[in-house]
């Protein structure tokens, strides 16, 4: 049952585009709820198929916004716990402390405006970047500086022996503790931003985007919000209470 | 360390980190191409047009004059104009302020008082039935996006409230905006409020004070509660900063002339004074609400 939550809306989101009636799109009356099975949106398109295509995106978005995000804030981090000398440390981190000062979703949307035609993934993406860079460098400073890496240097190791399976391996509890949130995190702020119409095409079959877009047939059709909008919940509930029992069963 | 030495440096950071933010905005924006006057020409991209246009903005002159300028009229108030309206940007931010800070300060007198409340409450009867409900609860509820939840909410309660601002801020057009805004932190707040309480309760000083025979009220609320909501003070400064972020949703789907509506709006036109504006007031903003937090957090349980 728990794990119903999570599974439906990602066996619609990664099967659906297999399952929709291909190329055939409907255009028939705007906001009818007769036609089909949950009848049809704004653009006279039927709910169903467009729920049944509307999750690939965003699940995609999830998933490789954050293993990105933990691909390059983990060198990032690393590169400046390992770092001999201080200045290198220094000026790894310090830009990094400005962008707290700024909201996330804010940021997001300056770098949509700075970067037109950027890619949902890359913003969500560098959203993401600074706060896994300084976890990671907090939690490996202590191993980086330890004896072992000392002697893992002396003995001539390469850096990926020493840094990555090293280092990155002390700090591999700590990430593993921070996935949880961060997927459902990413997950999050991909549909914030669909739903306000960054790096998304407006008629797009997207979840986010079908809310907004039938927000107006509201009272006509409310299953074209209602559908995509129970889509979103569930798996975005799901999830954080999968993490948050996983989390809580060491 | 003294608080005076602490509040003195933090209070010299402050102005240093949204200088920096302010600059890396500027910056930012102009490193890029396509500046203004191509937005400006739009469907006509004739490039003498373009020059034109770039002359009448000043945007021929060197960066670092436009940079002097900017920088120079922010301390006067003065943050350029519009792009779009040609209006100047400060009095854009302060007409859309008034909207946001009613519904920032109405979630904010929900929020606080019902997460402290509910905190108390599960913390007091641990295990208890409203302590498991409200965990469950909790957890599902925090990873709802705004907008989700905000359709839910007009589909189940649109028949009896209002759902958009269009007829003015009124209490019953605030009730959905508030319950969608305070949603999600109100799941970590009261979460924060639980444990910091259920910690401080079982603590040594607590049950010295009740063998002293301090009534239990008391040391309840007295000496237990300031300890026990002290992190979720710092939890709050950082949900203000949410709650920037869930007015942008908040505003876009109820309709309220809020911030969020004028950011998006500007992010649509691509009208880079004012996103410069917004970004300059939420970095001050983001400053010194953290600022706020930390020195309430210090006065409550003054440590090391």
């Known amino acids: 049952m728990r794990r119903a939550l999570y599974a439906v809306p990602l066996l619609v989101a990664l099967c659906g585009p297999w399952l929709a009636s291909s190329g055939d799109v409907l255009h028939g009356v705007s906001y009818d709820p007769e036609t089909g099975w949950l009848g049809t949106d704004f653009a006279g398109r039927d709910v169903w198929q467009q729920v049944l295509l509307g999750g690939r995106e965003l699940v995609a978005v999830m998933v490789l916004a954050t293993a990105g995000a933990y691909l390059i804030g983990v060198l990032w981090g690393l590169t400046a716990a390992t770092a001999r000398r201080r200045l290198a440390d220094e000026l790894l981190m310090r830009p990094l402390d400005l962008l707290p000062a700024v909201p996330s979703l804010f940021l997001l949307l300056l770098l949509a405006t700075l970067f037109p035609g950027g890619g949902l993934v890359w913003i969500v993406m560098l959203v993401h970047l600074p706060d896994i860079a300084r976890l990671v460098r907090a939690a490996a400073l202590e191993a980086a500086h330890g004896p072992v890496v000392e002697a893992l240097r002396l003995q001539g190791e390469s850096w990926w022996r020493t840094t990555v399976r090293y280092v990155g391996g002390s700090v591999a509890r700590t990430l593993a503790a921070d996935a949880g949130t961060r997927l459902t995190g990413t997950l999050y702020l991909a549909a914030a931003a669909s739903f306000l119409g960054v790096g998304v095409s407006p008629d797009a079959a997207d979840w986010a985007v079908m809310i907004e877009r039938n927000r107006a047939g509201l009272l006509l059709n409310p299953w074209a919000v209602l559908a995509p909008a129970l889509m979103i919940i569930m798996l975005s509930v799901g999830l954080n209470l999968a993490f948050d029992r996983a989390l809580r069963r060491p | ?304």
């Open chain 2, 1 to 304: 360390m003294r608080p005076a030495g602490y509040v003195r440096r933090r209070l010299l950071l402050a102005p240093v980190q949204v200088a920096a933010v302010a600059s890396a905005v500027f910056l930012l924006a102009e490193v890029l191409p396509g500046d203004a006057a191509v937005v400006l020409a739009g469907d006509d991209p004739d490039p003498e047009r373009i020059a034109r246009i770039r002359e009448s903005l000043g945007l021929d002159r060197p960066l670092l004059t436009r940079f002097a300028a900017w920088a120079g009229g922010l301390p006067r108030g003065d943050f350029g104009e519009s792009l779009v309206s040609g209006r100047p940007v400060l009095g854009l931010v302060l007409d859309a302020l008034g909207p946001t800070a009613v519904l920032a300060s109405a979630t904010l007198a929900v929020l606080v008082p019902l997460s402290v409340w509910a905190g108390v409450a599960a913390a007091l009867r641990e295990g208890g039935r409203f302590d498991r409900a409200l965990t469950a609860v909790g957890v599902a509820l925090y990873a709802v996006p705004e907008f989700a939840l905000a359709v839910v909410l007009i589909v189940v309660f649109g028949g009896l409230l209002p759902v958009t601002a269009l007829g003015g801020l009124t209490p019953a057009a605030l009730v959905l905006p508030v319950a969608v805004l305070a949603a999600r932190p109100l799941c970590s707040l009261s979460r924060l409020v639980r444990a910091g309480m259920i910690g401080a309760l079982a603590s040594g000083y607590a049950a010295q004070a009740v063998r002293l025979g301090v009534p239990e009220r008391r040391v309840r609320y007295v000496h237990v509660l300031p300890n026990a909501v002290t992190p979720a003070v710092q939890q709050l400064a950082r949900t203000v900063d949410w709650l920037l972020g869930g007015v942008v949703i908040a505003e876009a789907v109820f309709v309220i002339p809020g911030l969020g509506t004028l950011l998006v709006d500007a992010v649509a036109d691509r009208d880079l004074p004012v996103l410069q504006g917004l970004a300059v007031l939420f970095a001050a903003t983001t400053v010194l609400v953290n600022l706020a937090a930390d020195l309430v957090a210090f006065r409550l349980a003054p440590r090391a």
